[in-house]
């Protein structure tokens, strides 16, 4: 694996992926995927749609950072990928973001993000919304400064219901295919950064060292244990030498 130093000492740090039975136990849903829900946050009130991803604490490391500027995205293009329910988009669309794109392979999500973003922002003519697997959905010479991904990365099957797995589940393959695609689609435009959530239920080393082989050079925008064997990261990955 060619690493950089720095690259190489962030991953020595990395914590090892939990035991299969301590991630089953902490990820198994305790929510009916297949109900209406709501979700409030920031004195907005979402609807949850069946099948769509109630936001958690780690989506919400995400959301607040776009709203208070820490990802910043004032006159910039933003892609929130898997964008679920669209907390995202509410959010750096009130942070100024110039154009947005609200990427899911769920279309009740992508009209969920679609709807909450009229409802709460309002701006026309900044969100482009596109259901598909990962960028599939975006012209080839697409170009965006920031995107964010809170992934479905969980290294363990927690359900067989479909919706559960695409929304918690999928495993490391969603996140080393979501950089494949931006190194090779050259997704960023210079100085672009590339914000994703992951936890140690995750392979968080492979999931790394994927990045690194690919260009991207990795950092800790934030890091946060929960005192039961889980530690959350906000990686930051900014284009590097090409792979
Ligand atoms: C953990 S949820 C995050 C939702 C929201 N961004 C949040 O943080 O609350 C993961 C999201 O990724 C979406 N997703 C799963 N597989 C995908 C794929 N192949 N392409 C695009 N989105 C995908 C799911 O539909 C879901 O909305």
Redesign the pocket.
């Known amino acids: 694996m060619d690493t950089t130093s720095t690259g190489a000492d962030l991953l020595r740090e990395l914590p090892d992926l939990l035991p299969a039975e301590h991630i089953v136990s902490i990820n198994t849903p305790k929510e009916d995927i297949r109900s209406t829900r709501a979700y409030e946050w920031n004195g907005w009130r979402f609807r949850v749609p069946p099948g769509?991803?109630t936001?958690g604490a780690?989506?919400r490391m995400?959301h607040e950072r776009l709203l208070d500027n820490r990802i910043a995205v004032r006159g910039l293009t933003y892609a929130?990928?898997?964008?679920?329910?669209g907390?995202?988009v509410v959010a750096a669309g009130v942070a100024g973001a110039a154009r947005i794109y609200a990427?899911?392979?769920?279309e009740p999500?992508v009209r969920a993000a679609r709807q909450h973003f009229e409802e709460f922002v309002g701006t026309d003519g900044v969100l482009v919304p596109v259901v598909?697997?990962?960028f599939d959905g975006l012209p080839d010479d697409t170009r965006v400064d920031v995107v964010t991904f809170?992934?479905?990365a969980v290294s363990q099957r927690v359900s067989d219901d479909p919706d559960v797995v695409?929304?918690?589940c999928?495993g490391a393959g969603?996140v080393t295919r979501f950089f494949d695609q931006i190194v090779d689609r050259d997704l960023l435009s210079p100085g672009g950064r590339v914000y994703v959530a992951l936890s140690n239920t995750a392979d968080l080393r492979g999931i790394v060292a994927h990045a690194i082989d690919r260009g991207l050079l990795p950092a800790v925008e934030h890091r946060h244990d929960w005192h039961d064997g889980v530690v959350t990261h906000v990686f930051r990955f900014t284009g590097g030498n090409p792979a």
């Open positions: 769509v991803f936001p780690t989506s995400v929130a990928m898997g964008v679920g329910l907390a995202e990427l899911d392979v769920h999500s598909g697997d990962l809170n992934p479905p695409r929304n918690i999928e969603i």
